[in-house]
């Protein structure tokens, strides 16, 4: 004897995810160029090695990547990647190093707390 879906009378499913990140909103290709990305620096300069730069030598290419999308150019020569996909991959690695590198935060014009 087959049964059909619902056929036995259960309460619908629940699940409690009220309130957390929707994952489904990001874009599965941003990631996945953004791991080719992070995959090119390992490859290049060492498994994570971005985690000892500091965080201007960061911004610094960040910029560097913005302003070559704004002057036209899409796609890093390296790497084939969009130059919003390194800029992204920059501010990715500058969340973490001052959530977790305090010493490698070398912000010049971050205000300083007991001075």
Known sequence: MSTKLGDDHQAPATK???GKPPMTAIDPGFLTSL????KYGDDKYGRLNWQGL?????????QRHT????????LDTDTGESHLIHAASCLMMVNWITKHKEDQ???????RTGQ
């Open 16 to 18: 409690a995810d009220q």
């Open 35 to 38: 791991a080719a990305v992070l």
């Open 54 to 62: 500091t965080v201007e030598r960061l911004m610094d290419a960040h």
């Open 67 to 74: 302003m070559a999308f704004l002057s036209g150019e899409d």
């Open 105 to 111: 935060d070398d912000r010049r014009f971050k205000p």
